[in-house]
């Protein structure tokens, strides 16, 4: 069991930076691949980026590639978001999700575990 809290959101400029964090809680952290989700207003959840249990496996959405980077840290229990270059379109509230065993997948369906959430708005 692992349970997800994150944080670093807020209101930003377009072109801004900001970085996420997921805490966990449990001693199994570093068997859970990681991923980060998000979802704006009337929008279905979508895929940001993922990394697997190892850390030798990294995905991210195409609308994400080259600004958005995922890492983890298992001696910490986190995993962290670094957004760089932000637009209007990654508005969102945005979710930490694990899953046990995984390979950074892309479908919400893989994980088992969900954060509350936070909130990134970015503004013109």
């Known amino acids: 069991q692992v349970q997800l809290v994150e944080s670093g959101g807020g209101l930003v400029q377009a072109g801004d930076s900001l970085r996420l964090f997921c805490a966990a809680s449990?001693?199994?952290?570093?068997?859970?691949?990681m991923g980060w989700f998000r979802q704006a207003p009337g929008k279905e959840r979508e895929f940001v980026a993922a990394?697997?249990?190892?850390?030798?496996?990294?995905n991210s959405a195409d609308s994400v590639k080259g600004r958005f980077t995922i890492s983890r840290d298992n001696a910490k229990n986190a995993v962290y978001l670094q957004m760089n270059d932000l637009k209007l379109e990654d508005t969102a509230l945005y979710y930490c999700?694990?899953?046990?065993?995984?390979?950074?997948?892309?479908?919400?369906?893989?994980?088992?575990?969900w954060g509350q959430g936070t909130q990134v708005t970015v503004s013109s």
């Open positions: 449990g001693r199994t952290f570093s068997n859970y691949a």
């Open positions: 999700a694990a899953d046990l065993w995984g390979r950074a997948a892309m479908g919400i369906y893989e994980y088992e575990h």
């Open positions: 990394i697997s249990w190892s850390g030798d496996i990294r």
